[in-house]
């Protein structure tokens, strides 16, 4: 057994910040596009044609721009084909909140040793932005300062991992589990340093340094820091009970039911997000013992199935189903720690739902296992989940 005195990570946690306190550790730099944006739209003299002026220097950002500008929310408006079209259909204030989270999330998603840590926190920003902005009107809060509220809720994790990726050391193995322990413990404090050094507003400043504290915070800001606080609970509460959907919120006395309601009904405005932001590198870790013939169910619990999945335009078989995950084998990846739209086709219905991928490994024949697990299922989609667990476990005597 490892004592506390003698665990690897706390030499590593004063390291960082020693350098912390002596101003050495790089920290990301806000982003340069998103700040420029910003000033422009503040210029009253600024038009749609000095804003594209500048979004055009980052391709990324014009395909984000133009993927949300074509969303179903805009009904049978035509296409948006330019980039002019695209701003002007959002609005500057939602091409505001794009740029921040494209400009940021380039930052999160860059390699390193702690990339798919990164793409967990940054998936989990993601969502915890968009529930904060839609439940930010009824509580008296600006949904732009909410949205981004609850995309930088956690800059300090970030900031953490990136300095230890910065340390150039030899770093412990750990699991997954323990280094966000060890980060989170950092957070707080790095997380304030980052605000500060990004001249954050005194209100997102407060969320980001209290959200996770809030019951200790007694500044001019509570309603905005509850709010963060509530959608960061929310989604947590989402994924650690991915069977049990939307309806588990209840567990959260700071939501009420027409706003459990109200994050059921986001969950294709959120497919549309996570597929904006989708990183490129799906992170496809080798298996260095797989068999030709795929093991019939290698989730605990887990019953042998044999059904069609899509995604997007390629396809998968499932071939395993426990009652919070489902396996898929097939030739494409799926990008590790972000959510994918999946369609299984189950012989009497199609049960659509968004599925967090939490792991994509490759055997040695070049095809790609894939563990998934359901986001939010509410209503049919719940349904139907618990049906084709039903008619799937196998009968006990």
Not at 12 to 33: C, G, M, Q, W
């Amino acid at each position: 057994m490892v004592t506390e005195a003698a665990h690897p990570t706390l030499d590593l946690k004063s390291l960082l910040v020693r350098r912390l306190e002596a101003d050495r550790l790089r920290l990301p730099p806000y982003p340069a596009i998103a700040l420029r944006l910003q000033q422009l739209a503040a210029d009253e003299r600024c038009t749609t044609q000095h804003l594209c002026a500048t979004i055009r220097a980052d391709a990324a950002l014009v395909t984000a721009l133009l993927r949300n500008a074509n969303v179903a929310a805009f009904g049978g408006a035509c296409q948006a084909t330019t980039l002019e079209r695209a701003v002007q259909r959002l609005g500057v204030r939602h091409m505001l909140r794009i740029a921040l989270a494209q400009s940021v999330g380039a930052v999160v998603s860059a390699s390193g040793t702690f990339v798919l840590l990164r793409r967990d926190i940054w998936r989990r920003s993601l969502l915890a932005a968009r529930v904060a902005a839609e439940l930010a009107p009824a509580r008296g809060v600006d949904p732009d300062a909410a949205f981004i509220a609850g995309l930088l809720h956690d800059i300090g994790a970030i900031a953490v991992l990136v300095g230890l990726e910065d340390l150039h050391v030899e770093l412990p193995t750990l699991p997954a589990s323990q280094w966000r322990t060890f980060v989170d413990r950092l957070q707080p404090r790095f997380g304030a340093v980052l605000a500060d050094r990004w001249k954050l507003p005194e209100a997102i400043a407060h969320a980001v340094q209290h959200c996770f504290s809030v019951d200790r915070y007694a500044g001019p800001h509570a309603a905005l820091v509850e709010l963060t606080a509530t959608a960061v609970c929310a989604i947590t509460i989402l994924e650690r009970t991915p069977a049990a959907g939307v309806a588990q919120l209840r567990v959260l006395s700071e939501i009420s039911a027409e706003e459990r309601e109200r994050v059921g009904a986001l969950l294709p405005e959120i497919a549309q997000l996570m597929e904006t932001f989708e990183p490129r590198d799906a992170v496809v870790v080798t298996l260095k013992q797989a068999t030709a013939e795929p093991p019939r169910a290698t989730i605990d619990g887990g019953w042998p199935i044999d059904y069609l999945v899509t995604c997007r335009s390629e396809s998968y078989t499932a071939y395993a189903l426990a009652p919070d995950a489902v396996l898929l084998r097939g030739l494409h990846p799926l990008a590790t720690s972000w959510l994918a739209p999946l369609v299984m086709h189950c012989g009497s219905f199609e049960l659509e739902m968004l599925a967090n991928i939490k792991s994509c490994t490759v055997d040695a024949n070049g095809e790609h296992r894939i563990v998934a697990q359901p986001f939010a299922l509410g209503g049919v989609s719940k349904q139907q989940w618990l049906n084709l667990l039903q008619r799937t476990r196998p009968v006990e005597h």
